[in-house]
């Protein structure tokens, strides 16, 4: 009669499993109908595997308290359930001994969820546990079952008919995993698809991702600046640390597949997947969530067709920025090369941040590019230019651009000392991110503020000469202005010739007679410190008498007997020249300084 009962319930419990197909309700009508089949079981639990993890985690549970078993993770070989996955066989715990035996090595951690997840500290009187082996042979979860508070002891019965349950459970378990992640492969589908043929925003996108992994998630630019996140009332801060690891991991190490990283608090993990385009990284999708929430496969499919995504709404905002900077930036080139830029002038005007107080400033960067292959160049132009609309947006006024060949230049609002200040930094910011990621140097020269757009053209023209001098004096990754040039600005404008001849008639026999230049550094100094001895000194580092002595040979090689006005202007005139066209050891250090703006 016993018999009889429990072969109906099998049969029952078949045929409802395989009329289930969401995989939440098939696993709930498992555990009920499986403690129907065995007769005097009141308490189950179903353990599915996770192999990223290497652990078995209680999916189901009747007779539990699921809130703290839901914490449990068995190690293969770890108590019941563990040693049954490990040997792939089931096993009868008959007697009180024996379970307290099969859950002797239960981890602290485990130990103290299972407690909790009961309401007295007590062991099953009996248990079964049985593996659930998916059609490929692989085992994919244990089903254990209890009796607690009953007299009555598992027999080999009992065994034999929960593995014919749970071989009949095990195909259900299969089909309705199949059904769910078809279903879900569509959903997802469906979202992703729906946001992009509607143009849905980046905000959008990130959104819907989100919703569908059920975890946060930030997407970054190549520069760490945040672009979109959602959701936004629950903000996981990142670090800057972790923020520059993972930017360096991805866009300059380059490093291909998933990133994992945990955050502070030590429960939250990171996932960094790179949004590329071609084969460069342009973007970081971020996914945070519960450490022992891992991605599963179907959130992976998510993220793949996602990026895609990220990737055309990273092209369309790329494209309408790169639209506004062909027009404005032609618009500059006009007012610069036109012959009568009046037009192009007004245009400009509407485009720029202006206001009675405001001057402008050009400025140009000239990059070292000659021997970079021509596909290469097309990808460099690609990043420096937005390199160059992510530095511009930390400006107040922000900036006209174009751009030929690599090399830039800017027209800047500037109405004080502090944006200038802001500009010059924003130049050594280009120049060291090109430098950094092509191991190219590069120079930026600035022409004098002005207050008219007409004279932009000339402002150009003394930025392309502060670059010439740096080139000349070989000063690369240097920001320099025009101003800061002194007199050497007037050497830009005269043949070379004409200048070496100059030099070799005032000092050509000190040059000729001083190996060492020690001479020629301590008469440049002295004239430089307005022929005073003792400044002269303190900064040559020498004793008063030593200049004299110097001097005194200078005047014997030049033929002087004393400095009159004109010999001073006209030897301290030929000393500028010499240095500038580099023909002594000596050298004007205070050219090497940072940029000096003149009001």
Known sequence: MKTEKQVTSLMKSIRVLSSTRELPDVL????????????????????????????????????????????????????MSGKTFQQQQGSIYALLDDTKQGMANLSTHNATFYRQSLEALTYPVSAISVPLHHSDGTCIGVLTVDIFERNRQFEQYDLELLETFARQASIAIENARLFSQNKRIQEIHQALSRVSLTYGGLHDITAVLARLLSKEVVVLNEFAEEL????????????????????????????????????EDSKTELYAFPIKMDTEPIGLLAIIGKKDALLDPLDQVAIEQALPIFVMEFNQREKQ??????????????VIHAAQPEGAIQELLLHLSTGIDHDYVVAKIQLEHG???????????????????????????????YERHLDLTFLFPASSKQALTHIEACLHELLRYANEKWKINGYAGLGRRVKRLLDVKEAHTEAIRTIHYMQRKHQPQQVL???????????????????????????????????????????????????????????????????KYRLKKVNELLHINQFTVEHSFEIHLALKIANYLELSLFSDDRQKGPVNFVE
């Open 228 to 263: 979109s996140r959602f959701p936004h009332h629950h903000q996981c801060t990142i670090p800057p640390k972790l923020v520059s690891d993972m930017t360096h991991s991805i866009f300059v190490a380059k490093q291909a597949g998933i990133k994992t990283w945990s955050l």
């Open 321 to 334: 920025d790169v639209d506004d900077f062909m027009y404005t930036g032609r618009l500059l080139e006009m």
């Open 28 to 79: 709930h009508q498992l555990l009920e109908e499986a403690l129907q089949v065995i007769d005097g079981s009141t308490a189950g639990v179903l353990f599915l595997y996770d192999d990223i993890q290497n652990v078995l985690y209680a999916e189901k549970a009747i007779g539990f308290n699921m809130d703290a078993l839901g914490n449990v993770r068995l190690k293969p070989g770890e108590g």
């Open 371 to 401: 021997s970079v292959p021509g596909p290469l160049t097309n990808r460099m132009k690609q990043q420096l230019i937005r390199k160059v609309y992510y530095e511009l947006s930390k400006l107040q006024h922000g900036a006209i651009v």
């Open 481 to 547: 202005a025009y101003e800061a040039l002194g007199p050497y600005r007037l050497f830009l404008h005269m043949n070379d010739n004409d200048l070496h001849h100059y030099v070799s008639d005032k000092i050509g026999n000190l040059l000729d007679h001083d190996p060492t230049g020690e001479l020629l550094k301590t008469l440049f100094v002295y004239m430089e410190q307005g022929q005073r001895l003792k400044e002269a000194s303190l900064v040559l580092f020498v004793h008063v008498n030593t200049v």
